[in-house]
């Protein structure tokens, strides 16, 4: 019995480890990426902005947008929506400040699927006749490190 009881507990740790990423790994790189971008975000350079955003982000389901991935001045006007995206979400949620950074990295919860997939997710409140919302950042690990692959934001679920 006692054989048994411990042949499932390993065979439940072996299933649970290959069910995702792993996290004590992941977690940290996840945050210091974050932590760098919402900087970058913050002290509005552009640049670091750009470079953590790929330009397929938020074009998912966008035949134009793909379309517009092809050009150079597409690809351009693509890489400017994001950012822009990106800093109006951050203003909404009140991510204004060097002193924000830190409860935002407190206030978002990370999801990591595997050793090269995870979600960042972080609610903006409700204000006035606004609802609160679910921001949801798709993160992807290149060679660079991790990557902004896709956002989105979704209406809170009552």
Do not use: H
Request: glycine content about 8%; charged content about 30%.
């Amino acid at each position: 019995m006692a054989r048994s009881l411990f042949a499932a507990a390993a065979l439940s740790a072996v299933l649970l480890v290959g069910c995702g990423g792993n996290k004590t790994e992941a977690e940290p790189e996840i945050r210091s990426m974050l932590r760098d971008f919402a900087q970058a975000v913050v002290t509005k350079d552009d640049a670091r902005i750009n470079g953590y955003i790929l330009p397929v982000a938020g074009q998912t389901g966008s035949p134009v947008g793909a379309q517009d991935l092809n050009t150079a001045e597409g690809k351009a006007k693509i890489i400017e929506g994001n950012r822009r995206w990106v800093r109006s979400t951050f203003k909404e949620a009140g991510i204004l400040e060097e002193k924000d950074i830190e409860v935002f990295l407190q206030a978002t919860k990370l999801y990591i699927s595997d050793r090269k997939n995870a979600e960042a997710k972080f609610e903006i409140a409700a204000q006035g006749r606004r609802a609160a919302e679910i921001v949801t950042l798709r993160l992807t690990k290149i060679e660079q490190g991790w990557r902004i692959a896709d956002y989105f934001r979704d209406m809170k679920g009552r």
